[in-house]
């Protein structure tokens, strides 16, 4: 018979996404645990398979290789975090834009994808159209990143399957984006690999998402240099931000905001209910939104 702690705790990791999925789980026994965490990790890997960048098979590559105005069917799941994506563009007014795909590739942080029609320099979000039935046209030839925004609905996905498995305590941490389950209290280290740092600042949460980006080199497990969508140039690469909201599809996105905007990110943060820390490069911190 198989034993049974309320104080079990179950880790796995699992390279996907670029980086490292750590996915820990609390109170069940041994077997329901690893059953949970494998289709969590299932879950994670298929968002993997969809949305990568790189993958030839990908409802991105595919997109990338068809004509301006040709319609590719989408999964569901890609549908939706482009519509999302699309969404947080709007709010912003193109301050987040998914389509600087072509200035990550000419700054080497992505290889240029195998697509008939070179990026337009010109194109943005509004030339993603996605209709009802999840089919997808680019008005104009633009490559897509869904880099951050698919790997914060990755961890939201792991997260509904832990939930569906019957999980009431754990985390699921994909290289900065993390998400937790569970009342907490939940204790979270923020990393920003600041030269001679004494300490390292910590949260305590509840049951959110919380999300750190930032452009210094190391600061998190996957930093790179943040593109302004609207701009299509870096922004201060001494920053970190660190957003808490409730699912990590708006937290990780949202970081890429608060890089640009700082402090005018306020009313868009209030929006999704989050709230930011945003480091300057002297290490000072500056709350921006209610905390939730």
Known sequence: MTSFSPNKEVERARPLLGTTVNIRVTGMTEAIAHTAITE??????????????????????????????ERVQLDAQTARVLME??????LTRGVFDVTIGSRLVAKGLLPAPDAHHPACSDANWEDIEIDEQGG??????AWIDLGGIAKGYAVDRAIDVLRAHGVAHGCVNAGGDLRTLGEGPHRVAIATDEAGVTHIPVLEVGEVAVAT???????????????????????????????????????????KVVLALGSESAPILQQF????????Q???????????
């Open 40 to 69: 969590a990790f299932a879950a994670v890997e298929r968002v993997h398979a969809l949305m990568s960048f790189h993958e030839a098979e990908s409802d991105l590559s595919r997109l990338h290789a068809a004509g301006p105005g």
């Open 85 to 90: 994506a699309r969404r947080l563009s709007q």
């Open 136 to 141: 997808a046209r680019l008005r104009r030839a």
């Open 213 to 255: 980006s930032s452009g210094r080199a190391n600061a998190t497990p996957d930093a790179a240099p943040h593109i302004h969508g609207r701009t299509r140039v870096e922004v201060n690469r001494y920053q970190v931000a660190t957003v808490v909201a409730p699912q990590c599809i708006h937290a990780d996105a949202l970081t």
């Open 273 to 280: 209910d989050a709230v930011a820390y945003l480091q300057n």
């Open 282 to 292: 002297a290490g000072q911190w500056t709350g921006i939104g209610t905390a939730l």
